[in-house]
């Protein structure tokens, strides 16, 4: 049927056509680009001028530092309450005083601080208690992390240790404020100074000034040193140089000790360098946590375990670690570290090994050999083990030219001792000879070995 015949003539359909006209949006963004392409044509640009990092963009600038510190929680919601977080809303009230708020940090806004470990999330810049600001995180354990942070109080950097949020570390932590105030003057003693402890998101925290350098970024300061291709290497230090540390870091492990402190956890990142003196940090940690690379041979063959002694055997591998300049005892499990103990310091007796509940899971061959998976080369010993004897615990040419080395591995002898009750105490390693020799150098290299630990040529 032919529409055109129902129409009259005074009747007519507007059929719709594809508008030619532009929004004013596509106009704006085809005029952009038309000047863009324009600019780009009539003058090359640089790589700094297209790239968008460098774009004059004016930013947004929060100064963090409160000025007329301290401030009530009213004042500082009443100027910042749209750069905090809702739960920071009602939290700041339980503080009376605030010094810090953190304005530019990456806060978290569901308010969930922990990891799935229970450890704190460390934010960079954001605030602990109000008071103190987060610059880094420096190291981790299996109580806490330890942060690098600033007291805007006291005008000063401290060091925070926050433990996890877990029901042991709670009653590791009371305990830990039981000792800490058993040591009247540790500062004096080669201790690391407690000074305060908090409780912050359901975290306890326990504030202790800066710690410095560790022990084995000290050692990089002493001479000019060509670092091998190993991560956990540094220069090995010179006895007369190594007397110097060893001489602190025994009088505040004897001070500990003479306060029934077991420290627990003797290794290269529980000494620190601060302003030329050197302090002894992480204590009444329990032995059977040790690290392993510094862990007592009782601990892995299950025995009973006597906490000062088991100090002695860290601080013994810990003398050997800083004079090679690289771990020598870096076993990745128990069956490794106890093979490398038995290939450097003997087989051990008979005696020890019947007490032990592990003896079958580290049991010794008859043939004398252990098949150990060698992929880390830090250990001259790559495929396999040899056990009767033992292996030479070498010097390197620079710091054997000592004439007072035997006092040395004497000291470090009887550290090593497989009897947890033979072993030198610290109050004996604080009265040894070796602290109190003069400095005699000779310039003759020769390699030497522990002795009286029976071992091979």
């Known amino acids: 049927m032919d529409l055109s015949l129902c ?4 009747q007519h359909i507007a059929l719709p056509r594809p508008s030619t006209e532009r929004s004013p949006r596509a106009l704006f963004v085809k005029k952009q680009r038309f000047e863009q392409t324009w600019s780009q044509n009539k003058m090359p640009q640089s790589a700094r001028q297209t790239n968008p990092r460098f774009r004059n963009t004016q930013m947004l600038f929060l100064n963090q530092t409160i000025t007329d510190a301290p401030i009530s929680a009213e004042e500082a919601l009443k100027r910042w309450k749209f750069e905090m977080s809702r739960f920071e809303y009602t939290e700041i009230l339980n503080y009376d005083e605030i010094y810090f708020v953190g304005l530019l940090a990456n806060k978290t806004t569901n ?3 922990d990891d799935l470990y229970h450890y704190y999330k460390i934010n960079k810049m954001d605030q602990i208690a109000y008071r103190y600001e987060i610059r880094k995180s420096f190291m981790k354990d299996e109580h806490g992390t330890f942060v690098l942070a600033f007291d805007h109080k006291e005008k000063k950097e401290v060091v925070l240790q926050i433990l996890t949020n877990t029901p042991e570390m709670r009653i590791w932590a009371e305990s830990q404020i039981e000792r800490q105030n058993l040591l009247d003057d540790p500062s ?4 690391m100074q407690h000074l305060s402890h908090f409780e912050f998101r359901d975290h306890y925290i326990f504030e202790y000034e800066a710690f410095g350098r560790t022990i084995s970024a000290y050692a990089k300061t002493f001479h000019f040193w060509s670092s091998p291709n190993h991560p956990l ?5 010179e006895l007369d140089d190594l007397r110097k540390i060893a001489k602190p870091i025994i009088a505040g492990i004897r001070y500990l000790h003479s ?3 077991t420290h627990g956890n003797i290794s290269s990142l529980s000494v620190f360098e601060l302003n030329g003196k050197i302090r002894v940090v992480n204590y009444g940690y329990d032995p059977l946590r040790q690290i392993l690379r ?3 041979p009782e601990v892995i063959l299950g025995l009973p375990v006597d906490g000062p002694a088991s100090d002695m055997f860290s601080l013994g591998l810990l003398l050997i670690e800083l ?3 690289r771990p020598m005892f870096n076993g990745r499990t128990d069956y490794e570290q106890f093979a490398i103990y038995v290939d450097t310091f003997g087989m051990p007796p008979r005696p020890l090994m019947e007490r032990s509940p592990r003896a079958s899971e580290l049991r010794i061959p008859k043939s004398g050999r252990i098949r150990i998976d060698r992929r880390d080369t830090n250990y001259r010993v790559q495929d396999q083990i040899h056990v009767p004897g033992g292996t ?12 007072d080395e035997t006092l040395f591995y004497e000291l470090v002898g009887k550290c090593v001792n497989w009897w947890a009750d033979r072993r030198i105490t610290a109050e004996e390693a604080w009265r040894h000879p070796w602290l109190d020799a003069e400095d005699t150098r000779c310039w003759r290299k020769q390699a030497y070995a522990l002795p009286s630990l029976s071992l091979k040529s």
């Open 188 to 191: 004096s003693n080669n201790i």
């Open 323 to 325: 004079v090679n300049g």
């Open 259 to 261: 306060r029934g402190i």
């Open 233 to 237: 290497a540094f220069p090995p230090i």
């Open 392 to 403: 030479h615990i070498r010097l390197s040419a620079a710091d054997s030219r000592r004439v």
């Open 111 to 113: 308010e969930e601080y």
């Open 294 to 296: 510094y862990r007592a």
């Open 7 to 10: 129409l009259t003539n005074s």
